[in-house]
C-alpha cells in the first residue's frame, strides 16, 4: 500500500510546483494587466455654497508588466489652481479605481513638484433621464512624495457635478 502513496505524493508536488506560477498574486497595490481610467469631468468646487467650477482629466493606464503611465490634470476657475500629474500606479476593482499621480507641473507650494496625490474614480455606467449625471471623481490630499502602490479604494461616494465621463477597465 505504501507504494500506492509515493506516486501519488510525487504527482501532487509536480502539479503544485507547475500550478504555482499562475497562482501568483500580482504585485502589491497594482491592478491587473490591463487596468484604465480614462475621462473628464467638471463640478463645483468641495466648499458649501461654492459656484466655483473645476475641471478634470484623466488617461491612466497600466501595461502588462506591471508599469503604470498616463496623466491627470486638475484646474480649478475659482482660485486659479492648476496642476498635472504623471500616473505612478494604477488599481481598477470593478467600477472603483485609484491612481497615484506625481505632480510634475503646479502653480501652488500645496502641491509641489515632485509630490504626489492618490486620485479616486467612479464609473457607475451611462447617465439616464432619471439621474443625469452617475460617475463620481475625489482627489485626495496633496502628499509629500508621489504613491508607489495604489491600494486604497473609496466605497461610493458623491460630489455636484456639472458633468463627468470616466470609463474604468478591471483587467484582472
Known amino acids: ?17 507547475v500550478a504555482a506560477p499562475s497562482l501568483a498574486a500580482e504585485p502589491a497595490g497594482n491592478g491587473g494587466p490591463f487596468d484604465s481610467v480614462t475621462g473628464s469631468m467638471q463640478r ?14 484623466v488617461s491612466a493606464h497600466q501595461s502588462p508588466q506591471g508599469g503604470a ?20 500606479c494604477i488599481n481598477a476593482i470593478g467600477n472603483r479605481a485609484v ?44 502628499l509629500a512624495k508621489a504613491p508607489t502602490e495604489c491600494t486604497l479604494l473609496l466605497p461610493d461616494f458623491t460630489r455636484p457635478f456639472i458633468s ?4 474604468i477597465h478591471d483587467g484582472s
Open 1 to 17: 500500500m505504501k507504494y500506492l502513496f509515493a506516486p501519488l505524493a510525487v504527482a501532487c508536488m509536480v502539479a503544485a510546483v
Open 44 to 57: 463645483f468646487n468641495l466648499a458649501p455654497f461654492s459656484t466655483e467650477q473645476v475641471d478634470g482629466i
Open 69 to 88: 503611465h498616463g496623466m491627470f490634470t486638475l484646474r480649478n476657475e475659482g482660485n486659479g489652481l492648476d496642476y498635472t500629474g504623471d500616473v505612478t
Open 99 to 142: 491612481i497615484g499621480i506625481r505632480f510634475t507641473k503646479s502653480n501652488s507650494a500645496r502641491f509641489p513638484v515632485g509630490g504626489g496625490q492618490f486620485v479616486f474614480f467612479v464609473d457607475n455606467g451611462p447617465p439616464s433621464a432619471v439621474n443625469p449625471q452617475r460617475d463620481a471623481f475625489s482627489p485626495g490630499p496633496p
Open 164 to 167: 463627468a465621463n470616466f470609463v
